[in-house]
């Protein structure tokens, strides 16, 4: 399934005009309660501007987890996508010499079919849910324009 069929077939997090909301059931619950079968509140989402991400190549992303409002202590239980085109986790980096630190690492997956005439760009998002070991919920929205290069010449 390709990116865009998949965003849109979720029907979560899909961005045509001015940005990403997580769609709510009759019920008024968010996707990110759904996800976790339970009503827990989620903290206001943060979005996240990944600028350009082309379809027929692989590319990823990386945030510090402060910038989502979590902090170093905070257990991170688990980590939900909302389209199987990324592949989130969380992982430690060096921040400074005596410093290690933990981020979202997001891996985008290439199109496997890109077909022969250019996509027209499509502005998407993904929403990745993490829950915290607090039962606390963030939710992050990663926005992109989803596109090919154009030709060199």
Do not use: W
């Amino acid at each position: 399934m390709t990116r865009v069929a998949c965003l849109v077939a979720l029907g979560i997090a899909v961005s045509l005009q001015s940005g990403c909301e997580a769609n709510a059931d009759a019920s008024g619950s968010s996707i990110a309660e759904q996800l976790k079968g339970g009503l827990r509140k989620p903290s206001v989402p943060t979005v996240i501007d990944a600028g350009i991400i082309f379809a027929d190549e692989a590319s990823y992303l990386c945030v510090p987890l402060r910038r989502l409002g979590i902090a170093d202590s905070d257990e991170v239980l688990s980590v939900i996508t909302s389209c199987e085109c990324t592949d989130p986790s969380i992982v430690r980096f060096n921040e400074s010499r005596n410093k290690v630190s933990r981020a979202l690492y997001v891996k985008f997956a290439p199109e496997s079919a890109i077909p022969t005439v250019e996509p027209t760009p499509l502005n998407l998002g993904v929403v990745i849910t993490l829950e915290m070991s607090s039962g606390q919920i963030t939710s992050a929205t990663i926005q992109f324009l989803h596109t090919t290069q154009a030709s060199q010449r």
